[in-house]
């Protein structure tokens, strides 16, 4: 149960962090504006757009390791992601935090995470350290998964793929908080959440 609720957890915060403006910003070109604490950030796919390909490339990995049994070198990614996550989003709200705060210019929403921010990242960090460390200490040996194309992961991955040239015309066919952004900002969520539902669809983890 732990391990599931990192590995959705992982999801989530790569969802929004990651993923949201990878696509976004292949799909939307220079009206998307993006950034990250520490000065990352850009329009469409300038900037530091450069860092989102091997950063989406990373947590496929980690997911799919997680999904398919956490078996080396799981831990070591499940870590080298949370902690370096937890420390930027604490130095962010220590430093600026009336600045610190989450931005949807699409969903008009401008919410502070000065206080929030770190007690969820810090926690998440906290409870993926406690999983690693009993899981290592256990000794136990999982099992490899086996990757299985199983008909809903086929249906799941043509539909991931359609999505693309939907989110094109929906983010080019009005301003930014047009109802067609709005869609396609949901677009890119579900695509997310069935790209997790692939890589998680083999077997349930324990």
Do not use: C
Not at 12 to 38: E, M, N
Request: proline share 5%; charged share 10%.
């Amino acid at each position: 149960m732990t391990l599931r609720v990192l590995l959705w957890l992982t999801a989530l915060f790569s969802g929004v962090i990651v993923w949201l403006p990878l696509v976004r910003g292949a799909t939307q070109g220079d009206a998307y504006h993006w950034a990250l604490a520490g000065g990352i950030g850009g329009s469409g796919i300038g900037g530091s757009y450069w860092m989102l390909p091997p950063a989406a490339a990373l947590v496929f990995y980690l997911l799919y390791l997680g999904w398919r049994g956490a078996r080396t070198p799981f831990h070591v990614l499940l870590l080298a992601f949370h902690l370096p996550l937890a420390a930027a989003v604490t130095y962010a709200a220590r430093t600026d935090p009336a600045g610190f705060r989450f931005e949807g210019a699409t969903l008009g929403v401008s919410v502070p995470l000065a206080t929030i921010g770190p007690l969820i990242f810090l926690g998440t960090a906290a409870l993926a350290i406690l999983w690693a460390v009993r899981d290592l200490r256990s000794g136990s040996r999982r099992e490899r998964v086996p990757w299985v194309w199983t008909k809903a992961s086929r249906v799941r991955a043509a539909i991931v793929v359609l999505l693309v040239p939907l989110e094109v015309i929906l983010f080019h066919a009005g301003g930014l908080q047009s109802v067609p952004n709005l869609i396609g900002v949901g677009a890119v969520g579900w695509q997310w959440i069935l790209i997790n539902r692939i890589l998680a669809g083999s077997r349930e983890v324990g």
